[in-house]
């Protein structure tokens, strides 16, 4: 233990007791609401599905306590506990070469977090989600994706860990520089893949056969200014009731997602307006702003492990003898998101910003009203709380809540009025 002890575990500690709180305040501000339809939903939303809403909240906000409260002990434990440490010197012992020891060391430190992380997500899979009708995945379609994720892991994963503890070991001071091109080229490859290689190991995915609504997706692309690439229908409901649209790829494994509860749930004009939603972020460049964004950050924290792989209080710090490539990584990776945290709030806001945008957009390009049903719909289907707590929702939400987002997008109706 050093001084760097103290700062970790301090920061451990605020991070968690500032998780704890601001689920606790979620969860209080949903169950006193609930006997209570927000005055602009009262004529969409009935009292019993505002009141599933507020219970669901309240599960969902119980489960997230649980899970920093595990998460902290479970970091502690692979850190000062020793458990990354008894890992590592298992794997010296069997006397491997310094980069085919520490990808192992990751390897296997990855599977077992994810095999840690299991219970509490089954939980909310089978225990939380069923209870409120959302689930509909089975025991071996939940089994079957954690092998196919571990399987990816070591067939993706193992390589790119290779390459970067080589790098970490070999290529001098500038290690980290290099890292980054590599893990930025990883990226990029991935994102190219992903919609044709590996999206389609975990579901199916169809060319859309409704020719009406395909012929008014196509219209709107054009008026937009974007190129067809491919629209598809995913088999979500396997899995969960949840619905949701969205982007993927880029070039020509570009495509539009639709999950097929969302096309069970909303009308052709509904459907179109939330493609408008989604067609809005790449016309404000969200999509580019957010990656360029990921690739500085990246930079970043590449530049600090740089700092950090020599220096002996890193290691000793967090419970590790001995200094490694593989180590000084997973150590990063334990804790850097606890030491980031507290900028959270700005990435939300940026986030929710481009959210309005996107809505703006869409009301451009079709009804603004048809934008408003969909979400109500939307937040009706997916049982989501229309009185969030406003500090959860500042530091956690990606979205606008809803009342101030169906808000905006009535003002903006009332400016603009549509047909």
Known sequence: MNGFTFIFVAFLLIVGALHLWLAQRQRAS?????????EAFRDRIAPAVHQKAAAYTAAKMRLEQMDTLVGTLLVLAWTLGGGLNMLAAGWSAVGWGEVATGTALMISALLLMGLLDMPLDAYGTFVVEAQFGFNR??????????VKQGVLLIILGAPLIALLLWLMSHAGAWWWLYGWL????FSAAMLW????????LFNRFTPLQ??????RIVRLLQRSGFAEDGIFVMDGSKRSRHGNAYFTGFGATKRIVFFDTLLKTLKADEIEAVLAHELGHFKHGHVRKRLLFMAVASLAAFAVLGMLLGA????TGLGLHH??????????????????????PLSSYWMRKHEFEADDFAATQTDARN???ALVKLYEENAATLTPDVLYSAYHDSHPPAPVRISHLAAKLAASPGP
């Open 30 to 38: 949903a169950l006193h609401h609930q006997r209570q339809v927000p």
């Open 137 to 146: 995945t089975s025991l071996g379609l939940y089994l079957a994706d954690a």
């Open 182 to 185: 590599v893990w930025i080229f």
């Open 193 to 200: 893949l992903y919609p044709t290689l590996i999206a389609p």
């Open 210 to 215: 409704d020719e009406l609504l395909r012929e």
């Open 312 to 315: 002996e209080w890193f290691y």
């Open 323 to 344: 200094r490694s490539a593989a180590g000084a990584l997973l150590l990063f990776l334990l804790i850097s998101p606890y030491f980031t945290a507290l900028f959270r």
């Open 371 to 373: 934008l408003i049903h």
